[in-house]
């Protein structure tokens, strides 16, 4: 089930971010994985938040700003399942997301949305914070 994110919802999401970025961003710093996690709650304030609940718990969720996919995070426990599919999909047929940036490194991340129909259109050096960890630019 798809519902919208609330901000008691907040310490929830913060344990699914932590669980995806452990085992995804491998690549991460441990001071910028300490910084990015210390930002979070003014991250979700810039966005609209829905989240996907599996047995009464929220195990993942996505942030959409404009036709931007601004963030997608699922629980490490629920990965593999098509929750993130799920989720984007929900996010393009619902919220017109039609562009989202990714970092290059998360080599997982660039196959699935390349799977689902986006492309790469450009790319940074520099992610949104100026840090060195390279960014895609990606469409449908």
């Known amino acids: 089930m798809i519902r919208k994110i609330e901000k008691a919802d907040y310490p929830r999401m913060i344990e ?5 970025v452990e ?6 710093k441990r001071e910028d994985f300490e ?7 003014s991250y979700f304030e810039q966005v609209n938040l829905w ?14 700003a404009e036709e931007s996919l601004e963030m997608l995070f699922i629980h490490n426990d629920y990965r593999g399942k098509g929750i993130g599919k799920i ?3 929900y ?4 919220l017109k997301v039609s562009k989202v940036d990714v970092n290059e490194q998360n080599v997982q991340a660039v196959g699935f949305y390349t799977h ?22 990606m469409s449908l």
């Open 35 to 41: 910084y990015y996690q210390e930002q979070l709650p």
């Open 87 to 89: 989720l984007t999909r």
């Open 116 to 137: 689902l129909g986006f492309g790469a259109t450009g790319r940074s050096e520099y992610d949104g914070q100026g840090k060195a960890y390279p960014i895609l630019h």
């Open 16 to 20: 699914i971010w932590t669980s995806a």
């Open 51 to 64: 989240g996907y609940v599996q047995e009464g718990l929220l195990v993942g969720f996505i942030g959409v």
């Open 91 to 94: 996010g393009m047929d619902n």
């Open 23 to 28: 085992h995804t961003h491998d690549f991460l």
